[in-house]
C-alpha cells in the first residue's frame, strides 16, 4: 500500500507538534543547562512552525471520525499557540529567580499544548478524554516544577487530588454514555434517548467533570491555588491555554456529545454561571495577591462565558467563543505585568505606583484592566456585550441583567488596581525604575495593542468565531 | 458427538476452580506473607487457565505477563523488604471480621443477581462468541488498536513520554557534594595522577 501523505493533512499540527516534542528534548539535552535561552528560541520557532501547519491543514475527519478538523479546531489550535508563545516569552524572567527554569517547562507546556490540540479536534469519548489527560497531567507537573517550594508542592497536590475528582466523575459519565449509545463516537452518543435514568446519571457526572476542568462554582476550590501556588511563569500557562480546552470540551462534550438532554443540563449551567459570577466577584475583592485576585476573576469570567453556552445555538457560542479568546489575551497581558514586577509573590501592594517606575507599562495593564471591566472601545466591552446581547434575544433578560450586576461589582476591584500604578506613591524599598527586558517589553506592547485592535475593529475575528458555528 | 468433547473442558474447569479458590483462602490464611504472595501468583495463573478455556488467550496471556510478571514480582519484593510482624496484623482480623462478611454477603448478591436475571430470560448480553475471529482474538485486538484507535494509541504513548519526563523532572536532583560517576574525568585521567614511584633507598636487615 503508497502511502499518500496528503491523506494526512487534517493531522499536520498535531504530527508537528508530537516531532517537535522530541526534538526540543534533544536540544534541552545538548544545550539545555547551559544556554537554555536557546531551547526557549528553538522552542518559540518551532511553536511558529506549528502554527504555520494549522493555516496549511486541510479540514476533515481521520481515524473513523475519532479525529476531526474543522473551523472551531483551527480557531483554538492558533489560539493555543499563540497564548503558548506568548507564556513562553513571559515565563523565563519569572522562572530563573525562582529557580525553576528549565528545559522541562518548554517541554511540558508544549506537551499541554498538544492536549489542547486532541481535545480540540476530539471526535470520540476516547479521544476527548486522552486529550486532556495528556493537557492536565503535564499541567500537575508545571504546578509542581518549583521543587523546594511548599507553597507549590501544596498547590499541585490540590489540583491533582481534585483534578483527578473530575477526571473520575468524567470518565464515569463518559462509560455510562458508551455503555448506553454503545459507541464511543460524540455523533452517536448525541442521539441517546434523553429519558433514560441513565442518560441523566451521564449527563450530571460528566458535567460536573466539564465544570470542575472550567473552574466553576462549586468545583473552583483548586482554582485560586494553583494560579498562587507556583511560579507566576506557571501560573501564566495556567491561566491562558487550558482555557482553549475547556471551551473545547464544552462544544465536543456539552453541546454536540449530549445535546439530547440539553434541556436539563442547561438549567445546571445557569446556576453554575450565576453563582460563579456572584462569588468570583465577591471573592476577589478580598485578594491581597495579585496571582489569587487574578484566580477569582477567572472563576467570575467563566460565569460569564457559561452564559454564553446557556443563551446556546451558533449565536450564543460564538460569543462565548470570543469571550474566551479575549478573556485569555486580557489574562496573559495581566499575569506579563505581574511577572515584570520581579516579585516572587506579588502582592497587590507591589503594583502601587507603577506609573512612575515604568509608564508604558502602566499604561498597558491600565488597557488591561478597563478591558476586563468592560469599557469601550476595549476588546474586553465587545466580548461582553456580545454574551449579553444573545442573552437578551434569547428571552433571558434576567440573567443579563445579572451579569450586568456582577460586571459593575466587579469594576471595583480592577480600579483599586488602577488607583494604586496612578495616584500612590512606590513602595520605599521599590523605587528603583523596571527593566522588563526586550522580548517581554514587545510581548506586552503587543498584547496591549491587540486589547485595542480587537475592540476598534472587531470583525474579522467575530466573523472567525461565527463561522466555527456556521453551517458548512 | 458434541457430548463428549465438552466433558473434559467441564472437569478441567471445575479442577481448576477449585484449586483457584483453595489458593485464594490460602492466600488470607498463609502465615508468612511470601507463602501468601506466592498463592496469590497460583490465583493468577489459574484464572489465566481458566481464561484459555473461554478461548480468550489475549486476556491470559496479558494477565500472566503483567500481573505476574510485573506486579507480583513488585509486591514480592515489598513484602520481602519490609519487617512485618504477622501476628500484629492479625490482631485486627475479628474486628474487621463484620465488615469483610457485609462485603462477602454482597459479593454473592451480586452473583447471584446475574444468575437470577439469567434465569428470568432477561438477555443481558450477548455471549462473547471468541470464534467470531478465525485469527484469534490477540490478532483482532492488534488489527482494531493500529487501524480504527491507531490516534488515540499514539497519544497514550506520548502520555507515556509525558509520564517519564514528569516523574524525573520532579524526583531528579542534582545536589552539591553528591558522589555521582565523572565519566569525562574518569577517561581524562593521565598515570601521572594516580601512581607515584617513588625512589626508596633499599632497606636491609643488617
Known amino acids: ?472 | 458427538m458434541q457430548q463428549i468433547p465438552e466433558i473434559f473442558p467441564l472437569i478441567l474447569f471445575y479442577g481448576w476452580s477449585g484449586l483457584l479458590i483453595a489458593a485464594a483462602v490460602g492466600v488470607i490464611t498463609a502465615r508468612n506473607p511470601v507463602h501468601s504472595v506466592l498463592l496469590l501468583v497460583l490465583c493468577f495463573v489459574i484464572s489465566a487457565a481458566i481464561w484459555l478455556l473461554l478461548r480468550a488467550e489475549f486476556l491470559a496471556v496479558a494477565l500472566v505477563l503483567v500481573y505476574v510478571g510485573a506486579v507480583m514480582v513488585l509486591l514480592l519484593f515489598v513484602v520481602m523488604m519490609l519487617d512485618i510482624n504477622v501476628e500484629r496484623m492479625r490482631e485486627g482480623l475479628t474486628r474487621y471480621a463484620p465488615l469483610g462478611v457485609l462485603v462477602g454477603l454482597l459479593l454473592a448478591a451480586q452473583l447471584s443477581s446475574v444468575w437470577w436475571l439469567r434465569r428470568s430470560g432477561l438477555e443481558i448480553a450477548a455471549p462473547a462468541d471468541s470464534l467470531a475471529f478465525e485469527e484469534g482474538n490477540t490478532q483482532a485486538l492488534g488489527t482494531l488498536l493500529y487501524t480504527e484507535h491507531l490516534y488515540a494509541f499514539e497519544i497514550a504513548g506520548y502520555i507515556l513520554l509525558l509520564a517519564i519526563i514528569g516523574a524525573i523532572t520532579l524526583t531528579l536532583r542534582r545536589r552539591k557534594g553528591l558522589r555521582v560517576q565523572q565519566v569525562s574525568e574518569q577517561v581524562a585521567v593521565r598515570p601521572e595522577s594516580r601512581v607515584r614511584l617513588v625512589k626508596m633507598k633499599t632497606e636491609r636487615d643488617e
Open chain 1, 1 to 472: 500500500m503508497v502511502m499518500d501523505l496528503t491523506s494526512w493533512a487534517p493531522l499536520y499540527p498535531e504530527l508537528a507538534l508530537a516531532l517537535l516534542i522530541p526534538v526540543l528534548l534533544l536540544v534541552d539535552l545538548a544545550v539545555g543547562r547551559k544556554r537554555p535561552a536557546v531551547v526557549q528560541a528553538a522552542c518559540l520557532a518551532g511553536l511558529v512552525l506549528v502554527g504555520w501547519t494549522c493555516f496549511a491543514a486541510a479540514d476533515g475527519a481521520m481515524f473513523y471520525d475519532a479525529f476531526v478538523m474543522d473551523r472551531l479546531a483551527r480557531l483554538l489550535k492558533i489560539a493555543g499557540v499563540l497564548m503558548s508563545v506568548v507564556a513562553f516569552v513571559y515565563a523565563p524572567r519569572d522562572l530563573r529567580q525562582a529557580g525553576a527554569l528549565r528545559g522541562e517547562y518548554y517541554l511540558l507546556g508544549l506537551f499541554a499544548l498538544l492536549g489542547v490540540f486532541v481535545t480540540a479536534s476530539a471526535g470520540s469519548l476516547l479521544t476527548l478524554y486522552l486529550g486532556l489527560e495528556l493537557l492536565a497531567l503535564a499541567l500537575y507537573t508545571l504546578v509542581a516544577l518549583q521543587r523546594d517550594s511548599a507553597r507549590a508542592a501544596e498547590a499541585a497536590m490540590k489540583y491533582f487530588v481534585l483534578g483527578a475528582i473530575g477526571s473520575g466523575a468524567m470518565l464515569y459519565g463518559m462509560s455510562l454514555l458508551y455503555g448506553l449509545s454503545g459507541s464511543l463516537l460524540l455523533s452517536e452518543t448525541a442521539t441517546l434517548a434523553p429519558e433514560s435514568v441513565g442518560a441523566y446519571v451521564a449527563a450530571a457526572l460528566v458535567l460536573t467533570g466539564v465544570a470542575f476542568k472550567l473552574g466553576a462554582v462549586p468545583f473552583h476550590q483548586w482554582v485560586a491555588d494553583a494560579y498562587d501556588g507556583p511560579p507566576l511563569g506557571v501560573a501564566v500557562l495556567l491561566a491562558t491555554v487550558p482555557k482553549l480546552a475547556s471551551f473545547a470540551l464544552i462544544v465536543r462534550l456539552l453541546v454536540d456529545g449530549i445535546s439530547a438532554s440539553q434541556e436539563q443540563w442547561n438549567l445546571l449551567l445557569i446556576v453554575m454561571a450565576v453563582a460563579s459570577l456572584s462569588l468570583g466577584t465577591i471573592v476577589a475583592m478580598a485578594q491581597t495577591q495579585a496571582a489569587r485576585l487574578l484566580a477569582w476573576a477567572a472563576i467570575a469570567h467563566v460565569g460569564f462565558l457559561l452564559l454564553g453556552v446557556v443563551a446556546g445555538g451558533g449565536e450564543g457560542l460564538s460569543a462565548a467563543l470570543f469571550y474566551t479568546l479575549v478573556y485569555v489575551l486580557m489574562a496573559a497581558g495581566a499575569f506579563g505585568v505581574v511577572i515584570a514586577l520581579e516579585k516572587q509573590t506579588a502582592p497587590l501592594d507591589s503594583l502601587r505606583g507603577l506609573y512612575r517606575r515604568h509608564p508604558g507599562m502602566a499604561s498597558i495593564m491600565l488597557l488591561i484592566m478597563l478591558s476586563m471591566i468592560g469599557i469601550p472601545p476595549l476588546a474586553g466591552f465587545l466580548a461582553k456585550w456580545q454574551v449579553l446581547m444573545v442573552l437578551v434575544d434569547q428571552g433571558f433578560t434576567a440573567l443579563a441583567i445579572v451579569a450586568v450586576v456582577f460586571a459593575v461589582v466587579g469594576a471595583y476591584y480592577y480600579l483599586r488596581i488602577i488607583r494604586l500604578m496612578f495616584m500612590e506613591a512606590p513602595r520605599e524599598q521599590e523605587q528603583e525604575r523596571l527593566k522588563p527586558g526586550w522580548g517581554a517589553s514587545v510581548m506586552l506592547g503587543a498584547n496591549g495593542l491587540a486589547l485595542v485592535v480587537i475592540g476598534v475593529w472587531p470583525n474579522p475575528l467575530l466573523e472567525w468565531c461565527r463561522a466555527a458555528f456556521g453551517p458548512g
